[in-house]
């Protein structure tokens, strides 16, 4: 059992796990369906090739909050190309400046042969839409004989220097980690996400499970202010009047 760990920073994303229609809404941090079918484009899975989607929907998925960003809403008008009609006015929703750690755990050999598509894409990865390609690399690497849990502990903070900066008088900060439930934990929500099917006829998703927990990790940039013991020295005065 291994995990593989995913960068996922870039100026805009969008996580949508119930989005239809007009209204396109966004998670606050990335869905499993999203980086699963993330790592499908990377390693030239088909739309309809449930069969192969099986194995990665099979992985079992966390991620981590290095940096929430802001949430951006973008009107769209829109018309027909050929007919110059109207189109239905939409909304679509982003997270802007966000970055997180997303971690898939599984069998050795499938998550390294994901790791060697993400080098060598056959399709280029997005964070949630197409419309939004991440900003460098997103594979950190692979982890052997870790949990899932235990990998998103380990991983280094990933948030921006100048968020990082924000915050260097932290030796270490909380971050909180979104991921699907072990056996024992009952306390788990569920969303529905669970890939099932990227066909353009008829996407499905099931339930999955997910816990909430935070992990703290060392700030690289942390600048903890030294206590400065004033000088006091009595004596002084009587020197100068002397």
Excluded at 88 to 98: G, K, N, Q, T, V
Excluded at 203 to 210: C, E, M, S
Aim: charged share 25%.
């Amino acid at each position: 059992m291994s995990v593989l760990t995913l960068r996922l920073a870039g100026p805009l994303q969008s996580w949508g796990s119930s989005a239809r229609f007009t209204r396109r809404t966004t998670e606050s941090a990335p869905t499993k369906s999203g980086v699963v079918g993330l790592l499908a484009a990377a390693a030239g899975i088909e739309r309809g090739d449930d069969a192969a989607l099986a194995a990665l929907a099979g992985l079992r998925f966390g991620v981590r909050i290095d940096q929430p960003g802001s949430r951006v809403r973008d009107f769209q008008t829109a018309h027909h190309g050929d007919t110059g009609a109207s189109m239905p006015l939409s909304e679509r929703f982003y997270l802007a400046d966000a970055v997180f750690v997303a971690a898939v755990a599984g069998e050795t050999g499938l998550l390294t042969r994901l790791h060697a598509a993400l080098r060598a894409p056959v399709y280029p990865p997005f964070l949630g839409r197409r419309s939004c390609p991440p900003a460098q690399p997103v594979e950190l690497g692979i982890r052997d004989g870790a949990s899932l849990h235990q990998a998103l502990a380990d991983e280094p903070w990933q948030a921006a220097a100048w968020y990082r900066r924000r915050h260097r008088g932290e030796a270490t900060v909380s971050l909180t980690v979104l991921r699907e439930a072990d056996e024992k934990e009952a306390d788990a929500d569920y969303q529905r996400d669970q890939p099932l099917s990227f066909s353009a006829e008829q996407r499905r998703h099931a339930l999955r499970t997910v816990v909430s927990r935070t992990v703290t990790v060392p700030n690289p940039d942390a600048a903890l202010r030294q206590a400065v013991r004033p000088r006091h020295e009595p004596f002084d005065a009587l020197e100068e009047s002397v």
